[in-house]
């Protein structure tokens, strides 16, 4: 299940801090800090042997964090349009991700609600990353109600999956 978190620092640093959604998948040892506050290890690559667990500290509590890990997701697949090549300027393509390769997504910069980047650990290739022409809260919800929108140049369609 992707969920949208508040991140108060990765691995206690706080310049990290702001809101980004996040597969539950990747979430383990989910420990109270405070009645506000809990902390996690995440880990971004899970096929990476190498890979480390960061420690997310966030504004849920424990018990919001493991309902959400026990949510199931109504997608398999969305459909999102994506910037080739990582470049705004060339025009979207609609493409398939499996939800649950989808590792995390944030936004282009603080103030950009038309791109995100999305993080997906596709099976072989490892993490890639893409710029993709949605708002990052948008790809948790199209997760949970299976349903998309992709917009190009000349027509709006909703995918249902």
């Known amino acids: 299940m ?3 978190f508040t991140i108060v620092s ?3 640093n706080t310049s990290k801090a702001g809101t980004r959604v996040l597969n539950t998948d990747f979430i383990s040892e989910v420990k109270t800090i405070n009645s506000t506050q809990a902390r996690f290890k995440f880990n971004e690559q899970p096929d990476n042997r190498q890979g480390r667990l960061n420690i997310y500290v966030v504004t849920a509590s424990r018990a919001e964090i493991v309902s959400a890990i026990n949510t199931s997701i109504n997608a398999d697949a969305i459909t999102l349009s994506v910037y080739p090549d990582n470049d705004s300027a060339q025009t979207p393509v609609a493409t398939v991700f499996r939800a649950p390769e989808i590792v995390q ?8 609600r038309t791109k995100s980047w999305i993080e997906v650990n596709e099976k072989g290739a490892g993490l890639k990353k893409y710029l993709i022409a949605h708002y990052y809260v948008d790809v948790a919800d199209y997760v949970v109600t299976g349903s998309s929108t992709t917009t190009s140049t ?8």
């Open 10 to 12: 990765i691995d206690n």
């Open 105 to 112: 997504c944030y936004p282009n910069t603080r103030s950009d």
């Open 154 to 161: 000349t027509s709006t369609s909703t995918t249902t999956t």
């Open 2 to 4: 992707l969920k949208v």
